[in-house]
């Protein structure tokens, strides 16, 4: 009877095994949407929560199998040493499934990190193009007026996109950490940059 449960226990194993390690390979490739890879750590966080129960479940049942057969037949040195191993193996089963929760975890923080992160490219690109072509409309206006209301537009719409971006990082932060705080710098960078433009152009119209 051991025999045979331990075969069946490590064919459980090998079972749930196969299917994190599918979901692993799916999450940590790079050739397909960070959507995708997210979802696939999503799912392998599933299934280790199912194998934990499936193992957890396979062991006390051979506890409650063992206790059985000591309440029938006695205790015996043999049975007694088979019932600590199995609670051992029940510590041992939630132990393991703590660190793989813990790196199961860790890769959900990366990735939502990584996500975030195409999204800010995606964004500043877009921003980049966008100041650009306010830019060079700005300065193709012959007439010296229309060519400083033009930049102040230009510089309007630069200090909305950038302030809302590094305002959107610190939003995105959490206080006291070097993201928050690097966000918030900037912030003040670029509102003092924005006031000197400003200004600057303010006096070349007068």
């Known amino acids: 009877h051991t025999k045979m449960w331990k075969a069946r226990r490590t064919r459980l194993i090998e079972d749930y095994d ?26 392998l966080g599933k299934i280790l ?18 206790q059985q057969r000591i309440a029938i037949e006695g205790e015996s040195v043999e049975l007694t040493n088979e019932l ?11 132990a393991k499934l703590t660190g793989l929760r813990s790196e199961q975890k860790t890769n959900e923080n990366a990735l939502r990190k990584e996500s975030l992160e195409l999204l800010n490219t995606e964004k500043e690109a877009e921003n980049e193009v966008a100041i650009s072509r306010a830019t060079f409309d700005a300065e193709r206006k012959l007439i010296e007026t229309e060519r400083i209301d033009s930049l102040k537009e230009a510089l309007a719409l ?10 959107n990082q610190i939003d995105a932060a959490k206080v006291g950490t070097q993201a928050y705080a690097d966000a918030t ?20 119209s007068l």
């Open 84 to 94: 600590y191993s199995l609670n051992t193996e029940l510590v041992a089963i939630e």
């Open 158 to 167: 630069e200090k909305e996109i950038e302030l809302a971006r590094v305002q």
């Open 18 to 43: 196969r299917q994190a390690e599918a979901q692993r390979q799916l999450r940590d490739n790079e050739a397909i949407s960070i959507s995708e890879r997210i979802e696939a750590n999503k799912e």
């Open 49 to 66: 929560e199912d194998q934990g129960k499936a193992e957890k479940e396979t062991v006390n049942a051979r506890i409650k199998s063992i």
């Open 185 to 204: 710098a900037e912030k003040l960078r670029l509102e003092e940059d924005y006031r000197q433009r400003e200004e600057t152009l303010n006096e070349e």
